[in-house]
């Protein structure tokens, strides 16, 4: 096939794009051929690929894939080349993804050099419908050190409908911070760039380019100002992030929802709740109404601080302005009361949530449940966790693990193996909180046995023991009750 030798002989004459396009198509509708018989791929494996041909590596990989048991991993350990993603594409022309497809040739042409090629690639594809992933094709184009060529593709792309993201400028973003050169004429990738560097966790380099914006006598926008204003917050920086704020409103830029909300959610992670609410007060004389988002994240700043009360408050003050609560704001106020011993009041709004049809997921149940076990009402969160198939939930790894716990608090081992045995039929795979529950409630009991045997498959599932297991186990180590080995089978 000619799209498989454009792939894999990259030394062919150049075609024309309309020409590459017709083969690939061609390709996808037939697929490769790759017909060769290969009498033991095992043996071809251990004579070397070095020689091989690419009708050779196509039949030898379908040979692999036919044969039964399956290769091992260490079978397909292939370096990656241009035969390999000659075989990616003869896969997803087979599979029909078309996109996938297109990807992989578009890496190919990249790796050998086509660049050009591939960006005639790209714009056929927006004229098919076909959404391109730009970033291989971007990273090509900076390799060449043709990075105005690549903003340039992301602003043709973006007027086709196609959004970029932070990857996107990835590689952008490198081979500026390489050169040194962070010379970008459109205003709109400036601000990409900076967010994209934020988020990359390249805020001194986010704030260089934010400081060339201002000598050349550009305005940043809202969206600059909320980027560098969250890069800020995630350095803990937040007189800064404050500053930063004043300044935009100095410079006639007028702070968005989105300003306040991620302010507000960096003091309240400091624990720095007053300062939120001073802040959150100013939303409404500037203009600002407060949403779901503002109003969560002091909830939770709240509860976190060990102010529920204050939390509820704002609850009902939230209702009252006319903001409805989701599903988050009740996961976090649930929380916060069930942790406070208040679970009669966490039911009470359960049933709210009940009445009003409210679609309840499986961690408003998982929070109730545990809830219910920290107020020794087992039982209850035994019925409760019986009924989620009834109320169409599914409990996930957390629910058994909550659950399993409950019922060690309650001494009913027995029945907590059995749900731990129900889990892995229900196909729910424990994760290594619910192994280290289960150990813990065995060497409370005294059951070293069975604490061993949990140990050894936990570590089996690549899962180790937790700080408060290792805990037990040296205090039963000091008085007496265990002897030194069973440590040696902790590490």
Request: proline residues 3%.
């Amino acid at each position: 096939m000619l799209c498989r030798r454009l792939v894999l002989e990259p030394r062919i004459p150049p075609l024309t794009t309309h020409n590459l396009l017709s083969c690939f198509l061609l390709s996808c509708e037939r697929g490769f051929s790759g017909d060769g018989k290969m009498s033991c791929y095992k043996e071809k494996l251990r004579n070397g690929l070095i020689n091989i041909k690419k009708d050779e590596a196509v039949a030898l990989f379908q040979s692999m894939l036919r044969s039964r048991p399956l290769p091992t991993l260490i079978d397909f350990r292939i370096p990656h080349n241009i035969y390999t993603l000659s075989i990616v594409i003869n896969f997803f022309c087979r599979s029909r993804k078309l996109g996938f497809a297109f990807s992989a040739l578009i890496n190919g042409l990249c790796l050998v050099g086509r660049v050009s090629q591939a960006v005639e690639l790209v714009d056929r594809m927006v004229e098919m419908k076909v959404i391109p992933n730009l970033i291989t094709l971007v990273n090509g184009l900076c390799l060449q050190d043709r990075v105005s060529e690549a903003v340039a593709l992301i602003d043709r792309m973006v007027k086709n409908g196609c959004q970029p993201d932070a990857f996107t400028y990835g590689p952008i973003l490198n081979r500026m911070c390489k050169s040194g050169r962070w010379k970008i004429e459109r205003k709109s990738h400036r601000c990409a760039l900076i967010d994209s560097l934020v988020k990359e966790g390249k805020f001194s380099e986010a704030k260089e380019l934010y400081n060339e914006m201002i000598t050349r006598g550009i305005d940043p926008d809202t969206i600059t100002y909320n980027s560098l204003i969250y890069g800020l917050c995630m350095e803990n920086r937040l007189d800064e992030a404050n500053q930063m704020m004043n300044l935009m409103v100095s410079k006639g830029c007028d702070p968005s929802i989105v300003t306040y909300n991620t302010l507000i959610n960096g003091y309240c992670k400091a624990k720095m709740v007053d300062d939120a609410t001073r802040l959150f007060r100013k939303m409404s004389p500037r203009g600002v109404v407060a949403d779901s988002v503002t109003y969560n994240t002091l909830i939770q700043g709240f509860c976190q601080s060990g102010q529920l009360n204050v939390a509820k408050e704002l609850f009902q003050e939230m209702v009252s302005e006319g903001v409805h609560p989701n599903i988050m704001t009740y996961g976090i106020l649930l929380d916060a009361l069930c942790d406070n011993g208040e679970l009669e009041e966490a039911l009470g709004i359960l049933e709210k949530m009940h009445k009003t049809n409210m679609e309840l997921d499986i961690g408003v149940y998982n929070i109730i449940i545990h809830g219910m076990c920290n107020a020794h009402k087992v039982d209850d969160a035994w019925d409760l966790f019986c009924s989620l198939s009834l109320k169409g939930v599914k409990p996930d790894v957390k629910t058994y693990t909550i659950m399993i716990g409950g019922l060690c608090k309650k001494g009913s081992m027995s029945e907590a193996g059995l749900l731990f045995k129900k889990m892995g039929e229900d196909g729910i795979a424990p994760d290594d909180c619910t192994y280290n529950t289960l150990i813990r409630a065995h060497l409370r009991g005294g059951d070293v046995a069975t604490s061993a045997k949990l140990i050894e498959e936990m570590k089996s599932c690549g899962f180790s023991s937790d700080a408060s297991t290792v805990k037990i186990v040296m205090d039963m180590l000091s008085d007496g009750r265990m002897k030194k080995s069973f440590l040696d089978m902790l590490s």
